[in-house]
């Protein structure tokens, strides 16, 4: 299907739907059954599985006001030979079998959702005058970052699942969520609106490095996620792949912090040389 929305909603309400191809919402359902079954093995056969060099499985369980507690598995090209021998080394073969399935089903996933990235990134490219964007994302494609997510219940309804926070990549395609809660803050007066993420769209958003990227154009969408009456006891499951652009600086977290300590829509307008200054 092709996408009608003029791609300048980009810049100017920080998010952009693009139709499903049927091959890719494929993939994504098939990719999310493998999440949902790793998932339902218990805590301590899923603990057995680490996390290396960016990949792998973390079991967050952060009690802070901003602090993570959730379930997520990552992949990346990159690190596939850290995941593969990651599962090797497995001694529960259940947990291999499943590992294995999910990890495959991430780069299908990969493959089906190349050709509507690269063609997203064109349209950026050539809209917002960044010079040999599409082709800078097509070089980073080793990186590009697929995040499987679980929030478990016992929350309280309008709690924060995932607080509210920019993400240091380039920009977010948000493919799947098992009920909405997700919500941008918009650039103007600074209200939080619904965002769902559809059977027939994914939503994006832009990014930080973009931000950078883009000399202040774009600005990156802050954005979180807020429990309702559902997901404060059934929790929720959802999908997301983070773009972030190998050849260019990166957001300095080591001095700068976590984007989730800072305040909501922080970045709203800052001159564009106090952005080039949070990056290395």
């Known amino acids: 299907m092709e996408t009608k929305q003029s791609i300048e909603g980009f810049r100017t309400n920080g998010l952009y739907r693009l139709a499903y191809p049927t091959d890719l919402r494929t993939a994504v359902k098939k990719a ?35 602090d993570d507690r959730k379930k997520d598995f990552h992949f990346t090209f990159d690190g596939a030979d850290v995941l593969n021998d990651a599962i090797c080394g497995l001694e529960n073969t259940e947990l291999q079998g499943v590992s294995r399935t999910l990890v495959d089903a991430a780069g299908e996933l990969i493959g089906r959702l190349s050709p509507s990235v690269l063609s997203f990134a064109h349209d950026v490219e050539t809209h917002f005058g960044i010079d040999n964007f599409m082709n800078e994302v097509s070089a980073s494609m080793g990186t590009w970052f697929v995040r499987f997510l679980y929030y478990p219940g016992e929350r309280k309804v309008g709690e924060s699942t995932a607080v509210s926070h920019i993400d240091k990549s380039a920009f977010t395609f948000h493919l799947f969520e098992s009920a909405p809660g997700l919500q941008g803050l918009s650039y103007g007066d600074k209200e939080w609106f619904d965002t769902p993420v559809s059977e027939t769209e994914t939503v994006i958003f832009p990014g930080y490095q973009l931000q950078y990227v883009s000399e202040g154009k774009i600005n990156a969408l802050c954005h979180r996620v807020v429990a309702n009456q559902e997901t404060a006891n059934a929790g929720r499951y959802s999908m997301v792949v983070f773009f972030s652009l190998k050849n260019h600086p990166k957001y300095d977290k080591s001095s700068r912090g976590r984007l989730q300590d ?19």
């Open 32 to 66: 999310l059954e493998s999440w949902k079954k790793f998932v339902s093995l218990s805590d301590s056969v899923t603990d057995q599985f680490p996390y290396k060099n960016g990949v792998g499985y973390e079991h967050q369980q952060g009690t802070g006001p901003t």
């Open 262 to 280: 800072q305040d909501p829509g922080f970045n709203y307008g800052m001159p564009f040389e106090e952005v080039v200054k949070q990056f290395k």
